[in-house]
């Protein structure tokens, strides 16, 4: 599902060739533009976010400390 267009970081003449490409081709930019917001609709919603956050620290949050990492309290 093509959502955008992909340049090689710091190539400024592919990235010149894909902003020309949409403008020259809007029909095209719009369908990009169309599945793009498809995907933020679904992928990048609140519930979405924090359940993937969740997901990230969890295992962190259940995990015992190593000996090295505990902090001694006096």
Wanted: aromatic share 6%; no cysteine; glycine share 2%.
């Amino acid at each position: 599902d093509e959502t955008g267009l992909l340049v090689p970081p710091e190539d400024v003449p592919a990235l010149t060739d894909a902003i020309k490409h949409l403008l020259s081709n809007p029909a095209f930019a719009k369908e990009l533009a169309r599945k793009a917001y498809g995907r933020l609709k679904e992928e990048f919603t609140e519930d979405v976010m924090i359940q993937r956050i969740m997901d990230l620290y969890a295992p962190l949050l259940n995990r015992r400390p190593r000996e090295s990492e505990a902090v001694a309290i006096s």
